[in-house]
Structures are given as C-alpha cells and as structure tokens.
C-alpha cells in the first residue's frame, strides 16, 4: 500500500521532467526501477499515438512496428539498454534524454 502511495504522488512530479542519460544509469534501485517502467510505458505509448495520427493524416510514421510484434515493457527497457551500452560515452556526453533514446532506437530498429 505504501508504494502504491509512493507511485501515486511521484508519477505526476516525474511526468513533468524529462528522465535524462545520468538520471537513468544512476538509479537503478527497485523503486527507481519501477518508476522508469511506468515512465518508458507513457512515453512509448506517446510515440505509438504519434504514429496513429501520422497514419491518419497519411504523413511519414516516426517508424514502423511490425503488427505481429508486441513490445512489452521489457523488451523497450532492454532496447534502451542495449542502445546506451552501444552509444554509452555520446550518450554520457550529451546527457541525452530518455525519450530521445528510445526514438531513436525505435527508428533504427524498424525504419519505415
């Protein structure tokens, strides 16, 4: 109970933020953990409702899914991980944002 009122009053504060390179490698405890799976959850479903509009107006998809695939959370999570691991000193550099990563990552892995 007490982590769901946890969750409860920092999801608000963490949506407000943007979860950047440092802020993500240096809090890896179970509770930082949980809120990067809710963060990278609202994020990819953020880019999953671009793509439905873009498709909507007939313009270029941000990328393209296949519809067989369903991207579980930890599938996303590890994708950002395997990126930064491949990318870690630009990553480290630049403090590159969460959310820029998994774009990015997303483009290059299915690239329309």
């Known amino acids: 109970m007490k982590k769901l009122i946890l969750i409860i009053f920092l999801v608000p504060n963490l949506a407000l933020s943007e ?12 509770s930082d953990k949980q809120l990067h799976n809710l963060y990278i959850a609202g994020i ?4 999953m409702y671009a793509n439905a509009e873009l498709s909507i107006r007939n313009k270029e998809l941000l990328y393209c899914q296949p519809e067989a695939l369903i991207l579980t959370n930890q599938n996303l999570i590890n994708m950002i991980d ?11 550099k630049h403090n590159m944002t969460i959310q820029v990563i998994l774009l990015s990552t997303l483009m290059r892995t299915f690239p329309c």
């Open 44 to 47: 990819a479903s953020g880019f």
């Open 82 to 92: 395997d990126q930064i691991e491949a990318n870690y000193e630009f990553y480290k």
């Open 19 to 30: 979860l950047e390179f440092d802020e993500y490698q240096a809090n890896k405890s179970e």
